[in-house]
């Protein structure tokens, strides 16, 4: 890659490559085929649908081109740009394997053709030696490559024209319809529209060749939309005028027997097999010069390790460390000697990365983002269409190798998610911002809550950060995986910007737990003024906290608590208090006891759930379950053991309303309260004195002790909110 600008202009750089890659093996050895199935009309269709997809595919790809600078890696580097280094990564790799194991393909081809002239030449032989002169001429220089393209292209061109100008193909009557023959591998047992649309849409790929070479041109800007459209147009045309001549120089049964047709029709059969042979030359050469420049993009991100310089390139700018790979690569695919198993799988991965490109610029052309300015604009009808052609194409072609390919560049998305992955400047956080946004605006228009779509979001003030370190694992463990967390600093003794940095660094340390968290400081000297006006603030946020959580410690101050329970009941936020025992913190978290308040059994489920606040703290027990793997034991409290029975069918009424598991214990007591809890505490010591409990009780006044401690304990937290819990 030249370090001072690129060296190709538009017609050797992309539109050459482009046409080229087009006019492949399928053109000569096919064609004929599909005609003959079809006819002239089924051809035309069969072609039609293909050239629409890639049609479609290059209007995306020249649009997107002209809306950013593109370096080194063509397709991943419009990818990773858009979509983030992730996305690029997941398609960027199975791209430059399927684009070096491609040139493997075309080396076969060629020795296909070579064989017909040579017949005794050794097929292992043919094949290093045209892999040896493809891999001399693209190591030596991308230029040298595209000044042999030339030399191709001419060949080719004199192939056509000894096809066209025969007369064949222009005395006999058109065959308009076909009888779906087959082929001669089967014995004719017939084929359908599907099957051959299969073995056509082939010829239709390779629109990518030119982007390939995005950090090698000039003025990209310029020339990927117009050499890429123009080779799109000429090829389409040398393909209808072919189907036409093909339709009158055979019949249907010529067509489907003899895959050299179009040779032994032709003025001279052995020219137009010279231009087979240059067109896998041709398609292989733009393979190999792609496949590094893509690797070379890949390590430079960091997508792969930068093992012995893969990432540099030499004094001319060329990624020779890549070729060596790429080199490597194609070598091991040419000693399988058949890549049948795998070829189906190089297609899909390149219908991918068509699709992603198409759907990268419909995300882009629908959000309205203010970088998106293209100086080529296309309807979203055009990517859409695109995308779904793509997509099509790739379960009509192969629908198992479809899926097979999709899963490696999912897993592979979720390997680079892992790794955390990220770059100063990557634009896919302004299409997910966005993408929120748009969701914000319709789900505000709803003005309705989904209870069903409830999920904790957390509002955790705090003045020393280290303090809220000590709930981070409880608070992780209540949130993941679809909770958020708000942090809120309160800068009383400390400046704004030295809270920040830390609030910072703990946001981090939450997401990269897979919890998303972001964080606000207020400079304030009054915690509790704080809290209000961040809870008063974030009101009509759409991703508002629905849970205030505060930890307690000997020194809180009740009335603070009363007053920000006051404030949260009023502007309907849930209030979780944290109490840890002083000695024993959270114990072993093997035991959840939920502690339902007195007279909550009184009422009717739905309507005691609602007055005695009951939703959280079941929510809170069962969340926790989960993360701790814990058992979970739900307490009823009555005055009298009357009473009991009564409560026992309350409880069965409430786990079946609640929906709690089956395994959760069912218990009903009597007497005042703490005194129940302290008899309980005594009984789980004696009986289990090594496992920790949590305590979770609903509401029931506010009111909390720090005294009452039984046996190194600590007496549950009573408060009048949603949940609370202490743990011994």
């Known amino acids: 890659m030249n370090q001072d600008g690129g060296r190709l202009g538009t017609f050797?750089?992309?539109f050459t490559p482009t046409l080229l890659t087009i006019l492949g093996v399928i053109m000569y050895l096919r064609l004929g085929w599909v005609v003959g199935n079809g006819g002239l009309l089924g051809a035309l269709l069969v072609m039609g649908l293909a050239i629409a997809i890639t049609t479609t595919t290059g209007l995306s790809l020249s649009s997107i081109s002209t809306n950013t600078r593109l370096g080194a890696g063509g397709p991943y580097a419009i990818i990773s740009h858009s979509l983030g280094l992730e996305v690029g990564g997941a398609v960027g790799v199975p791209l430059f394997f399927s684009q070096a194991l491609a040139v493997a393909m075309y080396v076969f081809g060629f020795r296909e053709g070579w064989l017909w002239?040579?017949?005794?030449?050794?097929?292992?032989?043919?094949?290093?030696?045209?892999?040896?002169?493809?891999?001399?001429?693209?190591?030596?220089?991308?230029?040298?490559?595209?000044?042999?393209?030339?030399?191709?292209?001419?060949?080719?061109?004199?192939?056509?024209?000894?096809?066209l100008a025969s007369p064949a193909g222009w005395t006999g009557d058109i065959e308009w319809t076909g009888s779906w023959r087959g082929a001669p591998e089967d014995g004719f047992a017939g084929t359908d529209f599907w099957a051959v649309f299969a073995v056509f849409f082939p010829a239709a790929t390779g629109i990518m060749a030119g982007a390939n070479m995005s950090g090698e041109l000039r003025d990209p800007r310029r020339a990927i939309p117009l050499g890429t459209m123009a080779a799109i147009a000429v090829s389409t045309l040398v393909y209808l005028a072919?189907?036409?001549?093909?339709?009158?120089?055979?019949?249907?049964?010529?067509?489907t027997s003899n895959y050299t047709f179009m040779a032994d029709a032709s003025l001279w059969g052995p020219g137009v097999l010279i231009g087979l042979l240059g067109a896998t030359l041709s398609s292989a050469l733009s393979s190999l010069v792609g496949a590094p420049r893509i690797l070379l993009a890949l390590a430079r991100d960091g997508i792969v390790r930068d093992v012995g310089g893969i990432g540099r390139v030499?004094?001319?700018?060329?990624?020779?460390?890549?070729?060596l790979v790429s080199g490597a690569i194609v070598l091991l695919g040419l000693l399988l000697r058949d890549l049948n198993a795998i070829a189906p799988l190089i297609s899909m991965f390149f219908l991918i990365t068509y699709g992603v490109i198409n759907v990268v610029v419909l995300l882009e052309g629908s959000l309205g983002l203010q970088s998106y300015r293209p100086t080529l604009r296309v309807s979203r009808l055009v990517p859409l269409m695109g995308a779904l052609g793509c997509t099509f194409a790739m379960f009509i072609v192969n629908p198992t190798v479809s899926l097979l390919s999709l899963g490696v560049v999912f897993g592979l998305y979720a390997v680079s998610l892992r790794r955390g992955l990220g770059r100063a400047g990557d634009s896919r956080s302004g299409i997910f911002a966005a993408i929120a946004e748009w969701a914000a605006?319709?789900?505000?228009?709803?003005?309705?809550?989904?209870?069903?779509?409830?999920?904790?979001?957390?509002?955790?003030?705090a003045e020393d950060t280290p303090v809220m370190r000590g709930s981070f694992q409880l608070l992780h463990e209540f949130v993941a995986p679809e909770g958020s967390i708000k942090l809120l600093g309160v800068a009383a003794q400390e400046t704004v910007s030295a809270v920040s940095a830390r609030m910072s660094e703990l946001t981090r340390d939450f997401r990269r737990k897979g919890v998303f968290t972001t964080y606000s400081v207020l400079d304030s000297t009054d915690f509790e003024s704080a809290v209000v006006s961040g809870l008063q603030a974030l009101r009509s946020a759409f991703f508002r906290p629905n849970v205030l959580f505060l930890s307690l410690s000997p020194g809180t101050n009740s009335a603070t608590v009363e007053r920000l329970w006051a404030e949260s009941r009023r502007l309907r936020v849930g209030l979780a208090l944290l109490a840890r025992h002083p000695e024993a913190g959270m114990g072993e978290r093997a035991v959840i006891h939920l502690w339902l308040p007195p007279g909550a059994c009184e009422t009717h489920v739905s309507l005691s759930l609602t007055t005695h606040g009951l939703h959280l703290a079941i929510l809170t027990a069962l969340r926790l379950q989960r993360a701790w793997g814990a058992k979970l034991r739900v307490y009823a409290v009555v005055n009298d053991e009357a009473g009991a029975p009564a409560a026992g069918a309350w409880l069965?009424?409430?786990?079946?309303?609640?929906?709690?598991?089956?395994?959760?214990?069912?218990?009903?007591?009597?007497?005042?309260?703490?005194?129940?809890?302290?008899?309980?505490?005594?009984?789980?010591?004696?009986?289990?004195?090594?496992?920790?409990?949590?305590?979770?009780a609903g509401r029931s006044g506010l009111r909390w002790t720090t005294s009452g401690r039984s046996q190194g304990r600590i007496l549950p937290v009573q408060r009048s909110g949603c949940s609370a819990w202490a743990c011994s």
Not at 452 to 460: E, F, G, Q, S
């Open 441 to 461: 605006a319709r789900a505000t228009e709803l003005e309705a809550e989904n209870p069903r779509a409830w999920k904790p979001n957390l509002l955790v003030p």
């Open 12 to 14: 050797g750089g992309v």
């Open 314 to 323: 030499s004094k001319n700018g060329e990624p020779r460390r890549a070729m």
């Open 117 to 163: 002239f040579f017949p005794a030449h050794s097929a292992l032989a043919v094949d290093l030696c045209a892999f040896g002169a493809v891999f001399v001429i693209a190591y030596v220089s991308a230029e040298l490559a595209f000044k042999v393209q030339y030399v191709i292209m001419a060949v080719i061109a004199v192939s056509l024209v000894l096809v």
């Open 242 to 255: 072919l189907a036409v001549w093909l339709s009158r120089a055979g019949t249907t049964e010529e067509l």
């Open 652 to 696: 069965a009424e409430l786990q079946d309303a609640a929906r709690l598991p089956s395994s959760v214990e069912l218990s009903v007591m009597s007497g005042e309260i703490g005194v129940c809890q302290t008899s309980c505490r005594l009984n789980l010591q004696a009986a289990l004195p090594t496992v920790g409990e949590t305590v979770i």
